[in-house]
């Protein structure tokens, strides 16, 4: 009897005077500043596409997107758990660049002398020396903002000048060139790509998992007797999703290797060139399969572990966390721990993408994080942010630049864009807080 009590469907509520799409809209469960910002991605790609006369939404413009959204991206999903404790770290564009140089000295110097070139070793004891330095220094000054009690704000803008300088000691100012091809591979370029056959069984598997994701929760659902979305708006987000999937993945595969790499990717694999040339696709690229990965831990992190659930009802409202029995300093060094993880993980994938350390690796991405994750919901009072909309926040900061590079315009009116965006970021951020009050 209980058994078919739990399956019965539960009809989502109607609101009384609501519009047909207001209803609609809140049917399928879709944020709306999330589809706000989609809307306004969007826009921003189709007026840079006519500005440049056609020269933004290719398939090359939009693959080299991808990947320079990749590090930021990274860094942007630990930006926000950060900020939902109601802090800040100005500090992860040093991090990361105190952590490339370190896992680039330690790859050059000790690393490939001792396990040899290209050795498979080599590149997963890089990656854990940088994992390992980020966490150091992600617990170092999340213990002094715990457990001292310094506001976040002066540690870690102390941390950016500090960990700035520790790069450029590291090394003595040099530019370090990385040693191992199989790390390099997780910056992208043409071998740092899966292929065209890959990609398609990525996104086979990514809609099995949609899939899978959208049945589970909705038995779930079903079981406790909670509301559930009516079948077509199911179907609805299904579809957007799997169109979504499937067109990305056109799209990489539509961006081939040019003729000198498709050459020699050939004589490497020991394939015939025809007389018309090789047609070989990139794909997905490594870095960009990483930042999904790396999106989709932090979001079950975020929404399914107790410390996910902690952080937020710190952000919420830490006094009342603490009477509860969380463990809020300790909860907000494992914070700033986790950001420094991510912060190495980002220094990895933009040291392999440059094939080299530098002193300038990681300036402003500190600026770019806090305005990924701003522009992607996370709000500045703490208590709410979302992973998915840092990620979305991410690639429109990089929509952003990567248009106005495409269009000349001069660095400085560059940073007077993105700092503009900020501003409205966080004051559109205000507005729609109030009127949800």
């Known amino acids: 009897m209980t058994e078919m009590t739990s399956e019965a469907p539960v009809r989502t509520k109607t609101v009384k005077g609501e519009s047909g799409f207001k209803r609609a809209l809140r049917a399928t469960e879709i944020d709306t500043r999330m589809l706000g910002m989609i809307g306004a991605l969007l826009v921003i790609w189709i007026g840079f596409h006519v500005l440049s006369n056609g020269n933004f939404l290719t398939p090359r413009n939009l693959w080299n997107l991808s990947v320079q959204t990749a590090s930021v991206g990274v860094m942007a999903t630990g930006m926000v758990l950060v900020i939902v404790t109601r802090n800040i770290d100005l500090s992860v564009g040093s ?167 498709a050459r020699r990717y050939a004589q490497a694999n020991g394939i015939t060139i025809p007389e018309g040339g090789l047609d070989i696709a990139f794909g997905w690229a490594v870095p960009v399969l990483l930042f999904i990965g790396v999106g989709i831990a932090m979001t079950f992190v975020a929404r399914r572990t107790r410390f996910g659930r902690y952080v937020f009802a710190i952000g919420g409202n830490p006094e009342a966390a603490e009477l509860a029995g969380v463990n809020t300093r300790r909860v907000t060094m494992m914070v700033f721990m986790l950001m420094g993880m991510l912060a190495a993980v980002g220094a990895a994938i933009s040291t392999a993408r440059l094939s080299s350390a530098t002193n300038a690796q990681g300036t402003l991405d500190e600026l770019y994080t806090i305005a990924a994750a701003v522009i992607g919901g996370t709000s500045l009072a703490g208590g709410a942010g979302t992973i998915a909309g840092a990620m979305l926040g991410a690639l429109v900061m990089q929509s952003l630049q990567s248009g106005m590079v495409l269009l000349g315009l001069d660095t400085p009116l560059q940073n007077i864009v993105v700092g503009a965006v900020l501003v409205v970021a966080v004051w559109l951020d205000t507005v729609y807080r109030r009127r949800a009050a």
Not at 145 to 154: E, K, N, T
């Open 95 to 261: 991090i990361l660049g105190v952590t490339g140089m370190v896992m680039a000295v330690a790859q050059t110097q000790y690393l490939t002398p001792m396990l040899g070139f290209n050795n498979p070793a080599v590149w997963i004891l890089t990656l854990l020396v940088g994992l390992v330095c980020g966490l150091l220094i992600g617990g170092l000054q999340g213990f002094i903002i715990a457990y001292l009690g310094v506001p976040a704000f002066i540690v870690t803008l102390g941390g950016l000048l500090i960990w700035r300088g520790a790069a450029w000691w590291v090394a003595s100012g040099k530019t370090i060139p990385l040693t191992d091809d199989n790390f390099k591979l997780l910056g992208g370029g043409s071998d740092g790509s899966i292929g065209e056959t890959w990609s398609w069984i990525f996104a086979a598997v990514a809609l099995v998992v949609v899939l899978f994701g959208a049945w589970n929760a909705r038995r779930q659902r079903q079981r406790f007797q909670f509301p559930v979305k009516p079948v077509w708006a199911e179907v609805t987000t299904l579809v957007v999703s799997a169109v979504a999937i499937i067109g990305a993945t056109m799209v990489v595969n539509a961006y081939m290797l040019p003729g000198p790499l």
